[in-house]
């Protein structure tokens, strides 16, 4: 009896520590696996531990890594393979002609300068370096005018979506108020 009564003082301890106002994360429904996410408030923790927010292009959903700290911008995606609706979002606290290389990268990217209100000035794609590539030889890019944002998706991902220049980027309001480096 004492043994029935310690389970069901330790069950009950144990469903009182869970959250009531959030649903507990189901292991069978892919990689998101952050219940807080589910209603779009903030970002994205997936099974690798990397925090993505949602957003779009025209439309079309996109989850994006988030740059917005020195360290942040300097490593941006080197070293990491992304999903085809995967890409960076870079934050600055200033606006200047900014200018990206691919050291490191291992696939190529599209680079889109976005102006203040996320609109795309232009597209940018690059192939990720070879392994005879020098930084002399590093593929480059250049904003084409002073820019506080910059969204990286996989190469191609803007032609096969049909977008480039005037294409609207959205990202949560929650996001944007935060401040970048």
């Not at 989850?63 to 942040?72: C, F």
């Not at 190469?155 to 609207?168: D, I, S, T």
């Amino acid at each position: 009896m004492l043994l029935r009564f310690g389970f069901l003082i330790l069950l009950l301890g144990v469903s009182a520590c869970q959250d009531s106002h959030e649903p507990a994360p189901n292991p069978n429904a892919g990689p998101e696996v952050s219940a807080t996410n589910a209603r779009g408030a903030g970002p994205i923790t997936s099974l690798d531990g990397v925090s993505r927010w949602r957003a779009s292009v025209n439309g079309t959903a996109i989850r994006v890594r988030v740059a917005r700290t020195r360290s942040a911008h300097f490593k941006g995606l080197s070293g990491v393979k992304l999903d085809s609706d995967e890409g960076m979002f870079f934050m600055y606290g200033t606006k200047t002609v900014r200018g990206f290389w691919m050291k490191g990268c291992v696939v190529g990217l599209d680079i889109a300068w976005l102006t203040d209100d996320l609109k795309v000035l232009t597209v940018d794609t690059l192939a990720a370096p070879g392994p005879k590539t020098t930084d002399a030889t590093m593929p480059r890019a250049s904003a084409p005018e002073p820019v506080r944002y910059v969204l990286e998706m996989p190469a191609g991902w803007f032609a096969r979506h049909g977008m480039g220049v005037g294409a609207r980027v959205s990202v949560p309001a929650k996001l944007l108020r935060k401040k970048a480096d």
